[in-house]
């Protein structure tokens, strides 16, 4: 059984970034396509950016140019560097694990952002 297990959250100043991280146990990593959500409060959950397992990505438009997901298939580990924070970005932030043609999907714990000054 797979686990997500997130970290990198906190609170930081708007202008400041972070950087998440989402750690995988397991050996399927690598054919997993990644991909960062985040929940505000009283919101639905989005789509933050996605990583397929060849390296393609993708990103919603509040976050292009500010955040950047990357992986590491040997640590079997997602990132997600995010810059030039602002409130808005404020959210529980969650890693999810999906692999192409299968019903497999799992979800991590999430993290906390808050930005704030």
């Known amino acids: 059984q797979v686990q997500l297990v997130e970290s990198g959250g906190g609170l930081v100043q708007p202008g400041g970034s972070l950087r998440l991280s989402c750690a995988a146990s397991?050996?399927?990593?690598?054919?997993?396509?990644m991909g960062w959500y985040r929940q505000a409060p009283g919101k639905e959950r989005e789509l933050v950016a996605s990583?397929?397992?060849?390296?393609?990505?993708n990103y919603a438009d509040a976050v292009k140019g500010r955040c950047t997901i990357s992986r590491d298939n040997a640590k079997n580990t997602v990132y997600l560097q995010m810059n030039n924070l602002n409130p808005d970005d404020t959210a529980v932030y969650c890693c999810?694990?999906?692999?192409?043609?299968?019903?497999?999907?799992?979800w991590g714990q999430g993290t906390q952002v808050t930005v704030s000054p």
């Open positions: 990583i397929t397992r060849a390296g393609n990505t």
């Open positions: 397991g050996s399927s990593f690598s054919i997993m396509d």
């Open positions: 999810n694990a999906k692999i192409l043609m299968t019903a497999y999907n799992r």
